[in-house]
């Protein structure tokens, strides 16, 4: 069956150290995907998208990574700060464009 | 430029009732997206519009509609209204559909069923 999967519901992390989130899925073939932050009572706000044939993408102090062979994602947050405690989503595109599934979600507390 | 916006924030509604959300879309985005958020069951897709025409629906039953206005409002649409819909709808709008570009979330409209 279809599944994506995140690793951990919940990570806890000191302020300054690296958060490294993981997305995982099967039997999907997703051209992209994406990942999200959402903050509670609030709407997920769209962070970064990697297509299937790039391995890296960055933007400031967030970087993704995609392996179509090990069907996963991960998501890192350097230096991470307080501010940067929300729930993190993945999001795949499974067709069309713009039919997503979404991941369960990690919620990332970033403890100073 | 005015985000996603949604109406209402909040609406109690009881079993056997219908619902209709609104969803704005940013000035200029042409496509809407539906989901549904639950605590058990996360954030699923809905359905998708664009130029007032459905392009993707997801696994949800009948009773769950939507439409999309010239001005690429959208309205969605839940009939005989269950407990297990209780929950947070969120649209979202994207410049074109299909193009890759993000997808802007609104707020959402909590919904609870009693």
């Known amino acids: 069956s279809q599944k994506i999967e995140q690793n951990s519901e919940a990570l806890n992390i000191q302020e300054g150290k690296t958060a490294t989130l993981t997305c995982n899925y099967t039997?999907?073939?997703?051209?992209?995907l994406q990942w999200y932050r959402q903050d509670p009572g609030r709407g997920p706000v769209f962070l970064l998208l990697?297509?299937?044939?790039?391995k890296e993408k960055r933007k400031e102090r967030l970087k993704v990574t995609f392996d179509t062979t090990l069907k996963q994602s991960l998501f890192h947050i350097t230096a991470s700060q307080p501010a940067d405690s929300a729930t993190y989503l993945c999001a795949l595109d499974v067709g069309n464009g713009q039919n997503f599934v979404f991941g369960p979600g990690t919620r990332l507390s970033v403890l100073p | 430029k005015a985000g996603v916006t949604q109406t209402p924030r909040y609406l109690i509604k009881t079993r056997g009732q219908q619902v209709t959300l609104s969803c704005s879309p940013i000035s200029g985005h042409r496509s809407v997206s539906w989901y549904q958020q639950t605590p058990g069951q996360g954030l699923q897709f809905l359905f998708e519009y664009f130029s007032e025409t459905q392009r993707n629906k997801g696994n949800f039953p009948g009773r769950f509609s939507g439409r999309q206005f010239s001005n690429s409002r959208s309205e969605m649409n839940v009939s005989t209204l269950e407990l297990g819909d209780s929950a947070l709808y969120l649209c979202?709008?994207?410049?074109?559909?299909?193009?890759?570009?993000?997808?802007?979330f609104g707020p959402g409209t909590r919904l609870t069923v009693l």
């Open positions: 979202a709008s994207s410049l074109v559909a299909g193009d890759l570009s993000e997808q802007f």
């Open positions: 990697i297509r299937e044939n790039e």
């Open positions: 039997n999907y073939s997703p051209a992209y």
